[in-house]
């Protein structure tokens, strides 16, 4: 049986979930997780996954680690905000420091 991309997307985006980084956790559990609008974790939008989404407000929320800051990835970043206001989906990005020093910021920018 032939496995589609959204599948694998799908797949991955599950993996994801379990497999959160220390910010995306600490965001989740201690913020968006119990937020009243709700949010999801890792969420498949066309060939892209996001880390936390609200369909509701159409906001993606992006937490960004070290790797985000090459010259391809910061390309790719671009390319999928792009996409995602095509869309009319907002995107915020946080770093990881972001979090780790200021997540009270994080979250009140956030509601």
Request: charged fraction near 30%; glycine fraction near 4%; charge should be neutral.
């Amino acid at each position: 049986m032939n496995t589609t991309r959204r599948q694998l997307l799908a797949q991955r985006a599950k993996t994801m979930r379990h497999q959160m980084t220390y910010a995306e956790r600490r965001l989740w559990y201690s913020f968006l997780k119990e937020y009243p609008t709700p949010f999801v974790a890792q969420k498949v939008i066309g060939s892209y996954i996001v880390d936390f989404y609200c369909r509701r407000a159409r906001l993606s929320i992006e937490l960004d680690g070290g790797g985000h800051f090459s010259e391809n990835q910061e390309r790719y970043d671009r390319i999928r905000t792009t996409y995602l206001e095509m869309l009319e989906i907002k995107e915020l990005r946080f770093t990881n420091e972001d979090v780790y020093e200021n997540l009270e910021g994080v979250c009140e920018v956030i509601h």
